[in-house]
């Protein structure tokens, strides 16, 4: 009753904010990706390493072999949880591993079941600390005992799934060994017997890593850089693994996505993988922790939380606000050019005027937000910015094509293409900035970009520019929606 009474209360105030219309496409797109997803558990255990498979793992011997250190930072764990947590670690086909648990509880009912397990498996490193040193302190305690070449953060309640761990060096094995490495993931019932909601991550995406802490788990980093770093800081608690990976990354060469569902995330009334409000401190931490990754890594802007608790957007300095509302009276105007071209054919189009900014779209007669045009410029005067692609709607109020990055393999979706407006996609990525794989079909280009060329065709462009080292970034603030 009390989760029912919960669930009303959150409703409610999502209407009082946003209105009834944004909770009922929210539950509409939620019970579709239930429908789709409603094999997944099946389509899980048939993925995961069986017995003979398993007894395989164990026995290969890789070239590169680090072990890697598991940390767990725990605090009154419940006892069936905790036990589970620590089998799942313990029964990793590679084992060269250990278990870095360090207990911030107050009672001694961890410590006793700890111990019990430490005395059959010498891998495991149990410290009780003297005092709760809260969610971040209690995490550095962990790093601090770890020898481990690499470290990876379990939380105490979550589960690493069969040949997690064997997946992990065998990525690391490909090529010159990854600084970092994550994994997808999906959600687990409090009573450990059903799998749901599995997340199909994209290939590392700075971009989207700002629109929210994507990778969270399973995060495996060198702990040369983990400690470089100066391990996680207390005053992001609740958010500290995204301020964590973030600083992270930023001082990684090699980051590499397994897109394999290699670890479950516990839902119970009191975490934020069920209740996105049991910790609403922890989304400011997670929008204090993007301000300061911009700040660190040259980047101006400010960041805003948006509808969808934990997912953010970072605002960049732009133009002034521009209000013309289509394309009818604008080419030539605000420096910029617009030009027409059928994405159907690869017929190269010719760049007229001598304006700063050229905006490339496919649809003729169309209305934009009022912001589109500010918003567009303001990514395109990123440096790194190759294009800066609005988010287009046809004239049935459809999405126009899809939006996908690299790396995203979803057995359970043909995509976003199609979603009315309104909606807002899979994990709210039609409304997320991100990196895209490919330009949607219409998109804002600094002219001197373009060099002298003004015979260009659309799909070479793009592949030049991302050749080049610059991105094709998604920015969904920008809107078109082509005219009835």
């Known amino acids: 009753m009390g989760n029912l009474t919960g669930l009303w ?21 939620r019970q579709e990706r239930n429908r789709a997803e409603k094999g997944y558990e099946s389509w899980l255990f048939q993925k995961l390493p069986g017995e003979e498979e398993t007894q395989s793992q164990r026995k290969r011997e890789f070239p590169f072999a680090p072990v890697i250190s598991v940390l767990v930072p725990v605090y009154e764990t419940p006892e069936n949880f905790l036990r589970q947590m620590l089998e799942s670690v313990l029964k990793q086909s590679y084992e060269k591993l250990e278990l870095c648990i360090t207990d911030g ?41 770890a020898a481990g070449a690499y470290v990876g953060l379990l939380d105490h309640d979550d589960l690493l799934l069969p040949g997690a761990l064997y ?30 909601q599995p997340h199909f991550k994209p290939d590392f995406n700075p971009e989207y890593l700002r629109s929210n802490n994507y990778i969270c788990h399973f995060f495996v980093v060198k ?72 700040d660190r890594t040259g980047r101006t802007g400010r960041v805003l939380n948006t509808e969808n608790y934990g997912f ?84 049935n109020r459809r999405l126009c094509g899809d939006i996908r990055m690299a790396g995203v393999q979803d057995p359970f979706s043909e995509g976003m293409r199609g979603k009315k407006a309104g909606y807002s996609g899979y994990f709210h990525r039609i409304l997320l900035q991100q990196e895209l794989e490919r330009p949607t079909d219409c998109f804002m280009i600094r002219r001197e970009l373009l060099g002298e060329n003004k015979e260009v065709s659309v799909p070479e462009l793009w592949k030049q520019l991302k050749k080049e080292g610059y991105f094709i970034y998604y920015e969904p603030w920008a809107v078109m929606y082509e005219s009835r």
């Open 312 to 395: 953010f957007r970072a605002q960049y300095p732009g133009s002034s606000e521009l209000l013309i509302k289509s394309f009818e009276n604008f080419d030539g105007h605000a420096d910029v050019n617009v030009v027409y071209y059928d994405k159907a054919c690869n017929n190269s189009v010719t760049i007229s005027g001598k304006k700063n900014y050229v905006l490339f779209t496919c649809v003729r007669d169309a209305k934009v937000n009022a912001g589109f045009f500010s918003e567009l410029m303001a990514c395109c005067n990123r440096p790194e910015t190759g294009l800066a692609c609005a988010r287009v709607y046809g004239k």
């Open 105 to 145: 509880s107050p009672s001694d009912r961890v410590r006793r079941v700890v111990e019990e397990y430490a005395l059959q498996d010498s891998r495991i490193r149990y410290q009780k600390l003297e005092k709760n040193l809260g969610i971040a302190g209690n995490t550095n305690a962990a790093l601090e005992q």
């Open 167 to 196: 997946e992990i060096v065998q990525a690391l094995n490909e090529g010159e060994p990854a600084d970092a490495v994550y994994t997808d993931e999906d959600k687990l019932d409090p009573e450990n017997n059903r799998h749901f």
């Open 223 to 294: 702990r040369e850089i983990a400690l470089r770093t100066g391990g996680f800081r207390e005053e992001f608690d609740g958010a500290q693994d995204h301020d964590f990976i973030f600083r992270c990354t930023e001082q990684s060469r090699k980051v590499i996505h397994i897109p394999k569902v290699l670890y479950s995330w516990r839902c119970h009334a009191a975490s934020t993988a069920s209740n996105p409000e049991s910790k609403l401190y922890a989304y400011e931490a997670g929008r204090r922790a993007v301000a300061a990754h911009l």
């Open 9 to 29: 209360g959150r409703g409610w105030r999502f209407v009082r904010k946003y209105g009834i219309l944004s909770l009922y496409r929210k539950m509409k797109e």
